[in-house]
């Protein structure tokens, strides 16, 4: 089945700087979705992005869907940032949604 | 409010019990997921279904059972058979996950912990 690799595992920034998460997967999609997974558990759709570019706020996110991989573009972080990013796919014959190991965001005051 | 809504939101449960996890949805999604998520990993599908009286296994469906007697609600069963099941369990729908584009999106509740003492 389709992998999906996140990186880095593990980042911690100080507030106000800006940060990249990748996610690089292994075959063609048509679903991609970052998630953030806040200290209380709950996911939080950020984007539904199978290609191209979007932006919200200070979050953007771009897949190259050609060369399988997405970018999670956070600028000016806030502590609030802070959790876990997770990458999900769905690859274009498969019936499920494959998430990543995430990316686990500190942000530092 | 639409969304999701899970109970409880913690569960202990002695060994050799079965025990329900409920999930309800306002949404008018005909999809429903149910996810496993172990510490420090990501999540990983137990059971879905596409609509009313029909689901499907997912990854880990093993020690599990699900029904789907109302389109609003997807209850999940960790049975006695389930070996390991201290975990955090998540719902989630869509529209209707066999349509390509937005309507493929996923929508997560707040989670049950589930502990097994």
């Known amino acids: 089945g389709i992998q999906v690799e996140q990186s880095p595992p593990d980042l911690i920034l100080q507030e106000g700087a800006n940060s990249t998460l990748r996610c690089n997967f292994s075959d063609s999609v048509n679903n991609l979705q970052w998630f953030h997974q806040n200290p209380w558990g709950q996911l939080i759709n950020l984007f539904y992005i199978p290609s191209g570019t979007k932006q919200n706020g200070r979050l953007s996110a771009t897949t190259v869907a050609t060369e399988r991989y997405s970018l999670l573009y956070i600028s000016s972080s806030q502590t609030t940032d802070s959790g876990v990013y997770f990458c999900a796919v769905r690859g274009r014959d498969g019936n499920k949604l494959v998430f990543g190991a995430g990316t686990i965001l500190r942000v530092k005051s | 409010d639409g969304g999701i809504t899970q109970s409880p939101k913690y569960l202990f449960r002695k060994e050799g019990q079965n025990v329900t996890l409920s999930c309800e949805q306002n949404?008018?999604?005909?999809?429903m997921y149910w996810y496993r998520q172990d510490p420090g990993q990501g999540l990983r599908l137990i059971y879905y279904?596409?609509?009313?009286?029909?689901?499907q296994k997912g990854d880990i469906a093993e020690g599990y059972s699900v029904s789907r007697e109302k389109k609003e609600s997807f209850p999940l069963t960790v049975t006695s058979a389930q070996k390991n099941p201290t975990a955090f369990y998540l719902c989630?729908?869509?529209?209707?996950?066999?349509?390509?584009?937005?309507?493929?999106?996923?929508?997560f509740g707040p989670g049950t912990r589930l502990t097994v003492l």
């Open positions: 949404l008018n999604h005909d999809a």
């Open positions: 279904s596409q609509i009313v009286n029909d689901f």
């Open positions: 989630a729908s869509s529209i209707d996950f066999r349509l390509a584009g937005v309507l493929d999106t996923q929508y």
